[in-house]
Structure formats: C-alpha cells, structure tokens
C-alpha cells in the first residue's frame, strides 16, 4: 500500500498534464489523431521516467528523517546499486525518447528545467524541501506548474505551432501561474497533516515555520480564493477567445464543485485540510482532460480513439468518481422526483376542484354565490 503511495504521482500529475495538452491541442488547432496519440504516448513516457527519478532521488536524502518520522521510504527498500542506478536510468530515459520522436529544443529545456527543480527540492547543501517558503514553491513549481506548462508546450509540438496569436500567447503564463496556486494549496494541506512527523524528523517546512494555524489561514484566505477566481477568470477566457459555450460551463461547474468542498468540512469525520484541495483532485484531473477531449472530439470523431486510451489508463480514479458522482446523484433524483409529483398532483387537485366548484381555503365559489 505504501509503495502504491508513492506511484499515486501517475494517476494524479500526468492526468492534469494531459488535460492541459488536450487543452493545447484544441486551442491551437489540432492535428490528425494519429500524431495527438503518439504525442501523447511520448509525454506520458517522459513523464514515467521522471516520476521514477523524482521517487527515488527524494527518499534518497529522507531516508534518516523518514525512519525518525516512521514514514515509508522507496530508497531504503531498495539496494545500493538500485538507490543509484534506477535514478540514472530514468534521467538517460527523458532525453532518449525525445530525440525519438524529434522533440523541439524548447521541450528539453522545459524537462530539464523539470529536473533541475528535483535536485534543488532534495540535494544537500540547497535543499529547498527544508526552506520553507522555497520548499512550497519548488514543490508547486515541479509538481503542478511545471507539468501543465510541459503539457502545453508539447500540444504545440503535436500541432507544430511555432507562432502563438495574442489571445492564445497569455494563456500559457496563466496555465503557469494557476499551477503554481494550485500546487501551493496543495503541498500546504499535506504540510499541515504532516506537522507532527515533520517536526519530529527535524525537517522544517512552511507550516512548521508558521505553525499549523497561521498555515491554514494563509491557504483558506489567501490561495483558496486566489486559485478559485484564477480558475474562473481562465475558463472565461478561454470561453471568449475560442466563441464556445463548454468553457462558460465548466466554469459554473467549478464554482458549485468549490462551494461544496468548501463547507464539507461539516460533515463528520472531514479533515478541515481537506478544504486546501478546491480543484487538484476532480477539476484538474478528471474535468479538464474530458472536458478538452470532448471539444476535441466535436471537431474530429477520430479523437475518440485518444478518450478511449485515456479512460483505458486511468480507468480506476476516473470511474470511482463517476461511481462518487452517480452514488450521490441518486438520492438527489428521488427528491426532485417526489417534489415533482407533489406539485403535479397539487396543481392538479386544485384544477378538479375549481371544475367541481368545491370551495377553495374555505372560501365558496362563484357558482354558490
């Protein structure tokens, strides 16, 4: 369960990453199907490979501070040879498959920059993981931003863009910047669950620094409504650029979707925290990439092909919140439904009454007067 844990990167990143090339592809002008999935297949490789360097080479300098914290740590369970060579490998990886598939330059400096995050996250004497604001920052930067601007910058390799119009040249810095947000949101909530074991392993994070309680004020009133009104104010946008209505939609969708996180804190046994998280774990990694990938469809019935390998991969965290969303929608169902046929049988009451010329709240009709 642990180390399924620590692959949790696959089904949450990449998915957001691909949502963020689906968006690139439809917003650029896609291309044949056939290069979308092989584009795809590429990004999803590369991502792959440096899951694994980021996996390894993090619980590489934990491993001391895991023990004391009692935290599962891949590092330790490997071999010497393994805690060395699986991170070499992967890195060797990244630049293979781009050469294979004629990566643009811009896609090699984009995951190196990627890596160069890493090292600076976790290597001694930098360390940005134990800085504090540094560590919120690097860990948004290479888990969030990064990735969706990587999604991007390969949809305009799949499109062959090279010159962006005006409208569509601001879209990717506030693909950037919403990441940013959303991933300092994130990073904080798993900082304050972590607080105790952080302190014990002496590691000094943001909310360590601030303390718990000034930490979840800062996410609540601060990044919460930041990335909320981000998301919204993208999403029109985009709505306004592109001249179509299923932008406007998602944006509506969004803002129930995080008014209903917002005050399921009540419900029992919720982890207030768990507030932090207004879009990472739905919007982003499911809506976005169906949402885009459903445009995309409208235009080319080929794109099909691409749903179905999507689904086919992340099968699992896509239909459990389907099941989530039916499970909830049915009792909502049987409630419009009684309603429904309360005020039908209710109107129609008070229409044979009025035919029947029976009083009506103890008033007589016309036709006994």
Known sequence: MNLLRKADWFTTK???????????????????????????????????????????????????????????????????????????????????ILLAVGAPLY????????????????????????????????DAAYGHAMPAAIGWAFAAFATQE????????????????????SGASNILKHQIEDHDGDTAAGIRTLVVALGAGRAWKLGLLVLAPLELA????????LAYIKQSAIPALLALLVLVHALLVYTSFRRKGKRESERLLLFQNEVFETWFPLSFLGLLISRQAGYLILLAGHLAIFFYATFRRFYHYAAKAVPLGWWIREKAIIFYYHRLLKQYARLRGIPDNGKASKSEK
């Not at 090699?108 to 919120?136: C, D, E, F």
């Not at 005006?166 to 990441?179: C, D, G, S, T, V």
Request: glycine share 6%; net charge positive; proline share 7%.
């Open 14 to 96: 990449v998915p957001m990453a691909l949502g963020f090339y689906y968006l690139g592809l439809w917003a650029l002008g896609p291309p044949l199907p056939g290069r979308a999935m092989y584009t795809a297949a590429a990004m999803v490789l590369a991502y792959l490979c440096s899951g694994i360097f980021v996996r390894f080479y993090n619980d590489l300098f934990d491993m001391a501070a895991d023990a004391r914290a009692g935290k599962f740590n891949l590092a330790s369970k490997a071999s010497p040879f393994w805690r060395v060579a699986a991170p070499l490998l992967a890195t060797a990886c990244i630049p293979l």
């Open 107 to 138: 896609l090699y400096a984009l995951m190196g920059v990627q890596h160069l995050l890493y090292l600076a996250y976790s290597t001694p004497p930098i360390r940005l993981k134990n800085r504090a604001l540094g560590g919120v920052l690097a």
């Open 162 to 181: 090279a010159v962006f119009s005006e409208a569509h040249r601001a879209l990717a810095p506030a693909i950037f910047a919403l990441q940013l947000l």
């Open 230 to 237: 981000g998301v919204l104010v993208f999403l029109l946008y």
